[in-house]
């Protein structure tokens, strides 16, 4: 069975930057389109990037577009999210999410409804 762990998660100032790792086990992730999700305290799960099985196809919430940018490493089986210039309001736990359906090699989305595999999750915190 598929597994993935985040890392990278911490505290970091206003501006900053921070690279989150989406670490897989038990399966090739070049089979499964990824999806990484963020949930602040008391609000409710929001899809901020995904890339499909054959990179052909990304999506990054309009919150986001220009800061951040999602990566895969099929060697390493990581999937990576680089962070820069981080603003308070991204602050949230971050999960990264796994999809092996039929039309992961080319398409992913933002809805949590399409993945099956969930990390346990990294909290970023931007705070000065």
């Known amino acids: 069975q598929l597994q993935l762990v985040e890392s990278g998660g911490g505290l970091v100032q206003p501006g900053g930057s921070l690279r989150l790792s989406c670490a897989a086990s038990?399966?090739?992730?070049?089979?499964?389109?990824i999806g990484w999700f963020r949930q602040a305290p008391g609000k409710e799960p929001e899809g901020v990037s995904c890339?499909?099985?054959?990179?052909?196809?990304?999506y990054y919430v309009d919150s986001v577009k220009g800061r951040f940018t999602i990566s895969r490493d099929n060697a390493k089986n990581t999937v990576y999210l680089h962070m820069n210039s981080l603003k308070p309001e991204d602050t949230a736990v971050y999960y990264c999410?796994?999809?092996?359906?039929?039309?992961?090699?080319?398409?992913?989305?933002?809805?949590?409804?399409?993945?099956?595999?969930w990390g346990q999750g990294t909290q970023v915190t931007v705070s000065s």
């Open positions: 999410a796994a999809d092996g359906g039929g039309d992961a090699y080319y398409y992913c989305s933002g809805y949590v409804d399409q993945y099956d595999y």
């Open positions: 038990g399966f090739p992730l070049d089979y499964y389109a």
């Open positions: 890339i499909s099985s054959n990179n052909g196809t990304t």
